[in-house]
């Protein structure tokens, strides 16, 4: 089994900074694509950023500048750091991963963190 736990959320004024961590521990062999997803009351989950197990990263137009997604694969560890912060990213942050495990003939299974909250004061 694996697990994908989501650290780092809180509250912070407008302009601050905050880094989102997302550890994935369990039964793990290979870690493919992560991608942070949000999600605002009210409004659909949403895409924020992702990055390939080779280091190829994505973006949001609306976080481009502002967020840098990176990787300890060796911790299987991914982090957010997420700077110049407005209020509009209030959202509960999801981690969401591709994962092999031992004994599964290696095949990637789709997995989501439980969710951290960010909440941006103006």
């Known amino acids: 089994q694996v697990q994908l736990v989501e650290s780092g959320g809180g509250l912070v004024q407008a302009g601050g900074s905050l880094t989102l961590s997302c550890a994935a521990t369990?039964?793990?062999?290979?870690?493919?694509?992560v991608g942070w997803y949000r999600q605002a009351t009210g409004k659909p989950r949403e895409f924020v950023a992702a990055i390939k197990r080779g280091g190829t990263t994505n973006y949001a137009d609306s976080v481009k500048g502002r967020f840098t997604i990176s990787r300890d694969n060796a911790k299987n560890t991914v982090f957010l750091q997420m700077n110049s912060l407005k209020p509009e990213d209030t959202a509960v942050y999801y981690c969401?991963?591709?994962?092999?495990?031992?004994?599964?003939?290696?095949?990637?299974?789709?997995?989501w963190g439980q969710g951290t909250q960010v909440t941006v004061s103006s």
């Open positions: 369990g039964n793990i062999a290979s870690i493919s694509t």
């Open positions: 969401n991963a591709d994962v092999a495990s031992y004994g599964s003939s290696r095949a990637f299974v789709n997995y």
